[in-house]
């Protein structure tokens, strides 16, 4: 179907250019009653250099002034208001695009960028009614069926679908901010459930409350895999849903960095001691295994199995060894004494039930062709048995502990796809949900946590040229790790009432778009402004509603007070759980 062109003839313009600098345009208003129709947000199409090209502006600012101050002063306080002459209205706009009626012998067309600067005194006309469809319609045509993904309708004009391009929203990291409430994980379903209409995708959800339970196949309108990091309470018997990520896994920086007690003055022979038994332990385990291939070029980050206790027995050896000395007498050994406290931690995690998903996993997670299996769930697209869509859930794992466990298993699917061969790789996304807890700006973080930052900007930064994606969710923009979020080309920001969340995402919008950022805390829920590389002209847009909702947190306080007793068992059983540290049965949606 040929789209609608926009036209202008018989149309009243709303006013002429009055100045103009780089990305700004300033306009004189000469028709008085139009102005009351305008409102931030809306579009400007100023007449271009030719009769079918026209620059589009959003509209910024709209300003009433005196015309003449000084002529409006103490001296006519009488009853009358002031006359149209008296008065000056402008509205500031900001460039973002060019439109063409005509593209050679195509139809209209619209590009990002103004071709040319708008010329003074040229013509401007509010894009309203008919000519709004069909500039609307211009925007969604241009992205072709296949890479539409679709978020929502334009709150301009709700007829119109807001569609983003699908291949650009994940290949350079998107982000998706806004104040608790504002529907982010709603918009998190909505885009997984896009997704799997398409034959193989692939996105990992971090489910850090386990409200996308939701999703999960079984469930009403459920289509995802889901998963958990095994709990205390599942330890004795895992689910076959849930996930353990051995100590082995772990590299030397991660497994220091929950070891090792930098103040301690023995810490620099710890860390030694402990590396070299690890590489020593990895080999006696290839040998036995007989993997001369492996043998021949692994190092001591190399994901291979081997047994703690043999390692935690060859430390606590050193620890006390005595040697003969050169007088022929018994002095300590060079570790004598120096592992002591080192040791102490290690055997306080190793029992520590809440790292039971690191230390204390079943026997199968301690063979060697463990990870391969692990690897190959979470990277394989959907196929006729399983989704792509795969929801993991955190929410048992303890604060303390959870950016080393995100961290951990972001890094080693990470590596397993940048070690792909780069024709069998297929995209995968990560969505990273309330990233500011796990996440967070480098000053506020502690040893392990500065690991998670490490691993996650290795991926923001080297994550598109293979493949992997991040999709960075947080009510908090102000508190997640700059490098990761200046990272991300897409935003959909929701509303967001804080004023320093609001100059975090600002920091990240192009200047030009400064202006629209002001509307941020004035969003209703479910409302964004959609900017970045994937939709062509900045937008405020209405999101969809997923099929399949997560499972609403928010509690109707004043409704449930009137109606809903509390239950004296659930409380009871509350507190067995959290002696149990687990849940028992999952959260009723
Ligand atoms: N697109 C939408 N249209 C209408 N209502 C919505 C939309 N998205 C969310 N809501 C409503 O807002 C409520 C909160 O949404 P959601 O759970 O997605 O918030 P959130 O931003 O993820 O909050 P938090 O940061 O606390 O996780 C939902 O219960 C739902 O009723
Ligand atoms: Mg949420």
């Given at each position: 179907m040929p789209n609608e062109v926009m036209s202008f003839d018989g149309i009243d313009p709303i006013g002429r250019v009055m100045s103009v600098d780089t990305m700004r345009v300033f306009i004189h208003i000469d028709d008085h009653e139009l102005l009351k129709r305008v409102m931030v947000g809306n579009l400007i199409a100023i007449q271009g250099a030719t009769g079918h090209q026209f620059l589009i502006a959003i509209v910024e600012r709209?300003?009433?002034?005196?015309?003449?101050?000084?002529?409006?002063?103490?001296?006519t306080d009488d009853e009358t208001s002031p006359q149209p002459e008296e008065i000056q209205d402008t509205l500031r706009g900001v460039l973002v695009g060019t439109y063409r009626t005509k593209e050679g012998t195509a139809g209209p067309?619209?590009?990002?960028?103004?071709d040319s600067c708008p010329q003074i005194?040229?013509?401007?006309?509010?894009?309203?009614?008919?000519?709004l469809t069909a500039f609307m319609g211009t925007l969604s045509q241009d992205v072709s069926k296949e890479k539409a993904l679709r978020l929502g309708s334009f709150t301009i004009d709700a007829t119109a679908s807001a569609v983003a391009d699908g291949d650009r929203f994940f290949q350079r990291h998107a982000a998706i901010l806004g104040s608790t409430g504002s529907g982010k994980s709603y918009t998190v379903a909505a885009i997984l459930e896009r997704a799997n209409t398409l034959n193989h995708?692939?996105?990992?959800?971090?489910?850090?409350?386990?409200?996308?339970?939701?999703?999960?196949?079984?469930?009403?309108?459920?289509?995802?895999?889901?998963?958990?990091?095994?709990?205390?309470?599942?330890?004795?018997?895992?689910?076959?849903?849930?996930?353990?990520?051995?100590?082995?896994?772990?590299?030397?920086?991660?497994?220091?960095?929950?070891?090792?007690?930098?103040?301690?003055?023995?810490?620099?022979?710890?860390?030694?001691?402990?590396?070299?038994?690890?590489?020593?332990k990895k080999r006696e385990s290839l040998e036995k295994q007989n993997l001369p291939d492996i043998l021949a070029s692994f190092t001591v980050d190399s994901p291979v199995p081997y047994n703690l206790d043999?390692?935690?027995?060859?430390?606590?050896?050193?620890?006390?060894?005595?040697?003969?000395?050169?007088?022929?007498?018994?002095?300590?050994?060079?570790?004598?004494?120096?592992?002591?406290?080192?040791?102490?931690?290690?055997?306080a995690k190793i029992k520590d039930r809440r790292y039971g998903f690191l230390f204390q996993p079943p026997a199968d997670a301690l063979a060697y062709d463990w990870l391969p299996g692990m690897a190959v769930t979470f990277l394989s697209t959907s196929d006729e048995k399983r989704s792509g869509i795969k929801?993991?859930?955190?929410?048992?794992?303890?604060?303390?502990?959870?950016?080393?466990?995100?961290?951990?298993?972001?890094?080693?699917?990470?590596?397993?796809?940048?070690?792909?061969?780069?024709?069998?790789?297929?995209?995968?996304?990560?969505v990273c949900d309330e990233a500011h807890l796990y996440l967070p700006l480098r000053s506020d973080a502690d040893a392990p946590t500065k690991r998670a930052l490490d691993t996650f900007e290795r991926?923001?930064?080297?994550?598109?040229?293979?493949?992997f994606a991040l999709l960075v969710v947080s009510q908090r923009p102000s508190d997640v790790s700059k490098t990761i979020l200046s990272q991300c080309n897409n935003f959909i920001a929701l509303r967001l009432t804080n004023e320093q969340d609001q100059s975090a995402v600002r920091s990240v919008m192009p200047d030009s778009m400064a202006g629209i950022a002001d509307i941020l805390p004035l969003l209703d829920i479910g409302e964004a402004i959609v900017l970045g590389d994937s939709i062509l002209l900045p937008s405020r847009i209405k999101l969809d509603k997923p099929k399949a909702e997560p499972i609403s947190l928010t509690k109707r306080f004043w409704l449930e007070w009137a109606e809903k007793a509390s239950n004296s068992n659930a409380i009871k059983v509350a507190v067995e759980n959290l002696r149990r540290q687990n849940r028992g049965s999952e959260p009723k949606g």
């Open positions: 709209i300003t009433r002034l005196p015309a003449d101050s000084t002529s409006v002063d103490e001296g067309s619209f590009k990002r960028g103004a005194d040229q013509a401007c006309y509010l894009i309203g009614s008919a000519n995708p692939n996105i990992i959800l971090l489910d850090m409350h386990g409200e996308y339970i939701s999703l999960a196949r079984g469930k009403k309108d459920g289509y995802a895999e889901y998963f958990k990091i095994a709990g205390p309470g599942d330890l004795s018997k895992p689910k076959d849903n849930s996930i353990f990520l051995p100590y082995w896994l772990l590299n030397r920086e991660e497994m220091l960095s929950m070891l090792l007690d930098r103040s301690d003055d023995n810490a620099p022979n710890q860390a030694m001691r402990f590396t070299s038994l690890v590489f020593e043999t390692l935690l027995n060859a430390l606590r050896e050193d620890d006390q060894a005595m040697v003969t000395g050169s007088t022929g007498r018994d002095k300590q050994g060079i570790w004598h004494g120096k592992l002591t406290r080192f040791i102490g931690r290690l055997e929801v993991v859930d955190f929410s048992e794992v303890p604060a303390d502990v959870l950016p080393t466990v995100v961290s951990v298993f972001a890094r080693v699917l990470y590596d397993v796809q940048f070690w792909m061969n780069s024709e069998s790789r297929t995209p995968v996304c990560l991926i923001a930064k080297e994550g598109r040229k293979y493949g």
